[in-house]
């Protein structure tokens, strides 16, 4: 273990190059704990990388909290205000009722439910962008399907739609000039004022979706509803849309991946592995000791906050074979791309499901995808995530 200071790892400006990758993988290869001094965080944070070390602060028997926020920037003294109200940032009893409450709705069972509405959206995608000129797949299609899912999922009118991907685009990408229009605060702003008025029609003219669910329990404030909307509309939508993107770009730089996941030779189950590991969209999770712990050989008193680099773990050394490589055949593929121990993403069969039926109708329709150029990346820290990728798509 080699412990390293002097680099606020909470610099957007570090991800905005493919060097992250070589920094991520030195530190995992070293097993290494870094301090951030304060910067973009107020009181400065530890680091870990290697995919043990990561999967030891997410486990869910270990010594750590969510609830005093789960981003960089939130620690003990300066805790995220909805810790304890939102699922992602709570625990115990408030976390497993909202998992019960949510958990159906975006259960497998669900997700196939919802696949039609998927491969309806890609279809629609694929006619605009067949046989067209340049098509940037970071705004025409990575966002598109998301979106319509989980807009489906909490009720939101489809006229909506729009805005409320460029909403969640300023809420995870604000350090990006792309959305330099608005803070992320501000966009989280909006978005809690667009659910406030679509609770209230729900609770007039309730229905099957996520909004009158939560509604229907009575032990949750309108606060904690509003606060699990935004949650699991950015959840299910800033994570998956770069995941796709990617599933894209794999098919641009993998030679031979369209013509196997077409004929069969490769699992697409196995494939859609693969891609969330490769592009690991949720950059990095915090979490704050809850009491005196050892970490790679280091002590830390309680209330320490330590960030979880994902994309780092997921390609650890010594855990996958020649990391940097995306192979469609790759097992096992212990990645931790939607985390690990209790605050899983309770989203991931719907991802899953997004992802394997991108992948066939890709394949299906299209006989090439030629990278226009390379992909630029987000100036962000909390998303690894795609600025643009333009692509020409060539039907068959």
């Not at 992602?88 to 919802?114: C, F, I, M, T, Y």
Request: with cysteine.
């Amino acid at each position: 273990m080699q412990t390293t200071t002097a680099v606020d790892l909470g610099n957007p400006d570090l991800y905005t190059t493919l060097d992250r990758h070589d920094r991520w993988r030195d530190y995992a290869a070293e097993d290494a704990m870094v301090w951030s001094g304060p910067g973009s965080s107020p009181s400065g944070f530890w680091s870990v990388f290697s995919h043990q070390a990561c999967a030891a602060v997410l486990a869910p028997s270990a010594p750590f909290t969510s609830e005093y926020g789960m981003m960089i920037g939130f620690d003990r003294d300066h805790p995220d205000n909805s810790g304890g109200q939102m699922m992602v940032v709570s625990e115990q009893d408030q976390h497993r009722k909202l998992r019960k409450l949510v958990g159906p709705l975006l259960s497998r069972a669900a997700a196939r439910k919802l696949s039609e509405r998927v491969r309806a959206e890609v279809s629609g995608a694929l006619d605009r962008v067949l046989d067209g000129g340049v098509c940037d797949v970071a705004a025409a299609i990575g966002p598109r399907i998301p979106a319509a899912v989980v807009c489906e999922i909490l009720g939101v009118p489809a006229e909506d739609q729009d805005m409320l991907i460029d909403l969640t685009n300023h809420a995870f990408g604000g350090e990006d000039e792309l959305f330099d229009g608005m803070t992320p605060r501000q966009a989280h702003t909006e978005i809690l004022v667009y659910f406030d008025e679509l609770i209230t029609a729900r609770r007039a003219s309730p229905g099957e979706d996520l909004v009158s669910t939560l509604l229907s329990d009575d032990e949750l404030s309108i606060d904690d509803v509003l606060l699990n909307c935004d949650n699991v509309l950015i959840g299910g939508n800033e994570t998956t849309r770069h995941a796709i993107t990617g599933a894209v770009h794999a098919f641009a730089t993998v030679p031979g991946l369209l013509a196997q996941v077409r004929d069969g030779d490769a699992d697409v189950d196995t494939v859609v592995d693969e891609v969330l590991r490769w592009t690991s969209p949720a950059m990095h999770v915090l979490r704050v000791t809850t009491g005196d712990v050892t970490i790679n050989g280091r002590d830390l008193d309680a209330g320490t906050p330590v960030v979880a680099w994902l994309p780092a773990a997921n390609r650890d050394p010594a855990v996958f074979d020649d990391p940097d490589t995306f192979r469609p055949g790759r097992k096992p593929n212990r990645h931790i791309a939607f985390g690990h121990g209790m605050h899983h993403c309770l989203g991931s069969a719907l991802a899953r499901i997004e992802l394997a039926v991108v992948l066939r109708e890709v394949a299906e329709r299209v006989s090439r995808v030629e990278l226009v150029k390379e992909p630029s990346w987000l100036r962000a820290v909390v998303v690894q995530g795609y600025r643009e990728l333009p692509v020409r798509f060539t039907g068959r």
